[in-house]
């Protein structure tokens, strides 16, 4: 049982750069989410997808796209690069049922620094 | 106001001792809640949801507070493991309702360290 992966772990790159980060799930949760975590701010909300070709944005949308052309995939992109998007990127997954918000499963993490 | 308020701790409690923290919601409308931890380092895992009637598992204890917008969580004979940072996580109340998500807010999180 996979679960929720994301590629790579880490990664360094520098201002300007685009930057993909990889989610991939394999319980074909509906929902995919991405977050940010930064001290003082806990985990906010960038994008999110309840299935595939249909997306929005979260709290924190600002220098990221996203796509979902496969349920199991929901890759976040960073156009290019700035140093305040340095952070630790979450993916996330749930089955979203009628009239509930659901629990969310969380991949492992990447750790992105922008110099 | 922030949407969901804890505080950040640290709390240092010995192995053994019964803890116990708080987290306030501001969003009435909000409908499902859970406790998350996180371990350093590591990934958000649920802990537990907490329902209305209060519930329990093992060493844990969730109740909800509507009317006072607050969460609880109690933990006792405390291990050494149980060292994390909790996340007290509130539905959004369709902040994201666009896309039909609740969309869940996560509070910035208790920090816990159990002394042996």
């Known amino acids: 049982d996979a679960g929720i992966t994301q590629s790579p772990r880490y990664k360094i790159t520098e201002t300007g750069r685009q930057v993909t980060l990889m989610c991939h799930q394999t319980w074909s949760h509906s929902y995919m989410f991405w977050y940010r975590q930064d001290l003082g701010h806990g985990l906010r909300l960038i994008y999110y997808?309840?299935?595939?070709?249909?997306?929005d944005k979260g709290e924190v949308p600002d220098g990221y796209v996203v796509s979902r052309s496969k349920t199991e995939n929901f890759p976040l992109t960073l156009e290019s690069a700035t140093r305040s998007q340095t952070s630790v990127y979450f993916c996330a997954s749930s089955e979203f049922r009628t009239g509930s918000a659901d629990t969310q499963y969380f991949g492992p993490g990447t750790r992105l620094t922008v110099l | 106001r922030k949407e969901v308020e804890q505080d950040p701790g640290p709390f240092n409690v010995p192995e053994g001792a019964t803890v116990a923290f708080n987290c306030t919601y501001s969003?009435?409308?909000?409908?499902?809640f859970f406790w998350y931890r996180q371990d350093c380092r590591k990934e958000p895992k649920l802990l537990m949801s907490v329902y209305s009637s209060g519930n329990e598992d093992g060493r844990f204890t969730a109740q909800l507070n509507r009317a006072s917008q607050y969460i609880s969580l109690l933990i006792r004979d405390s291990k050494l493991s149980d060292s994390a940072t909790y996340l007290c996580?509130?539905?959004?109340?369709?902040?994201?309702?666009?896309?039909?998500?609740?969309?869940?807010?996560f509070g910035k999180g208790t920090h816990l360290i159990i002394q042996p």
């Open positions: 997808s309840a299935a595939a070709d249909i997306t």
């Open positions: 996580v509130v539905n959004g109340g369709g902040r994201y309702s666009g896309g039909g998500a609740d969309g869940l807010t």
């Open positions: 969003n009435s409308a909000s409908q499902s």
